[in-house]
């Protein structure tokens, strides 16, 4: 095994909340793997919950997805903001559709340049459901680089990244693709 | 603006698999150990995402068959607007649990976003991979695995479609050359 030297890595097509962009072993590390992900109800009107992750090379962000759980209820926005908490781009509201499968939003398609950038999921009510993953109380979240904040939908301009109000970490993503 | 790593530094190996670091890797988590498993649809070609830092060359592919053999495997590699790059062709399926040392005409590949394809012309015969209990098909799309129907042998370009089963294939491409 050598060692070529730093290269930047690009993403596999998608990144995700599991990804190395984002918070790839940490997450199983911290017990929250991919496989243990459940469907649970939102934890908060109109909260939003924030990943952050990594981009190395310059890439073009065309959907963003989020994985339905058991119960689709009201409404999502979904965006991407700066490491400031500046957004993006957005979904805009739209219906939670299609149970138990990943829900894909068109996005005008995105530049995104190296540097850390946040995703986030916003819902307008507590009956929804998403797949989630635990890590057992919610300030691991904290050193997953997992945030919350309360008044997020529909997704405004500006959010103050704050701390989850629950053990939730939604499992959600985007794509450089046109498939996922 | 907060601090972060410029890179990640991947260290080059002699072989990629399907979940090295270089492929899904630390996406996946705790996976359990490969297990034997049917392929999911005849004729259907599965196609894994890795990346890589640098150009390397690509000397063989390494298939792990399952406690059943029966009929024929191709393995490739593809770009990704689903040109592909190299493929050995049809080949009669390795011993049952015997790693198949499948030597491939040398091709440079990267840097770049690539996938790792394989399909089998029957639902007979197994290949070693991953379907815990907890991976669902939805993860499995989350995690970038794409499929073609009606691909064996692997074609020269492909249609990439969302995956429809929660079943990612162990095999993997060589740097270095096995005996």
């Known amino acids: 095994m050598s060692v070529i030297g730093e290269q930047a890595v690009m993403p596999l097509g998608n990144i995700h909340v599991h990804s190395i962009e984002g918070n790839g072993a940490n997450f199983t590390t911290a017990g929250g793997s991919l496989t243990t992900a459940a469907s649970a109800a939102w934890p908060g009107t109109n909260r939003g919950h924030l990943s952050f992750f990594a981009v190395q090379t310059p890439i073009v962000v065309t959907q963003l997805f989020c994985y339905n759980g058991a119960t689709v209820s009201g409404n999502v926005d979904m965006a991407i903001l700066d490491s400031t908490g500046r957004r993006i781009v957005s979904t805009g509201s739209t219906a939670q559709s299609g149970t138990n499968q990943l829900q894909v939003f068109d996005i005008t398609d995105t530049t995104l340049f190296p540097d850390l950038y946040t995703i986030v999921l916003s819902c307008d009510n507590t009956t929804a459901t998403f797949f989630r993953v635990q890590f057992g109380n919610s300030f691991v979240h904290l050193g997953v680089a997992s945030l919350g904040v309360a008044s997020a939908f529909p997704v405004p301009a500006s959010i103050v990244f704050g701390l989850v109000n629950a053990d939730y970490m939604p499992l959600m993503g985007m794509t450089i693709k046109t498939v996922v | ?179």
């Open chain 2, 1 to 179: 603006m907060a601090d972060y790593p410029t890179s990640f530094h991947l260290l080059t190996p002699s072989t990629i698999s399907t979940i090295g670091q270089y492929g899904l890797g630390a996406n996946i988590g705790s996976l359990g150990n490969p297990t034997s498993n049917t392929w999911p649809t005849a004729n259907k070609a599965l196609f894994i995402p890795f990346r890589v830092a640098v150009p390397l060359n690509v000397v063989q592919f390494l298939l792990f068959t399952g406690a059943t053999k029966s009929g024929n495997v191709d393995v490739g590699i593809y770009d990704v607007s689903g040109t592909r790059i190299v493929s050995f062709g049809s080949v009669a399926q390795g011993n049952v649990n015997t790693l198949q040392v499948v030597n491939t005409t040398d091709v440079f590949i990267g840097p770049g976003l690539f996938y790792m394809a394989l399909a089998m012309d029957n639902t007979t015969g197994t290949q070693m991979g991953f379907a815990p209990a907890g991976l669902t098909t939805d993860m499995t799309r989350m995690l970038g695995v794409m499929e073609m129907a009606s691909a064996f042998p692997l074609p020269a370009n492909a249609t990439f479609a969302s995956v429809s089963q929660a079943f990612i294939p162990l095999f993997a491409i060589s740097l270095g050359g096995f005996s």
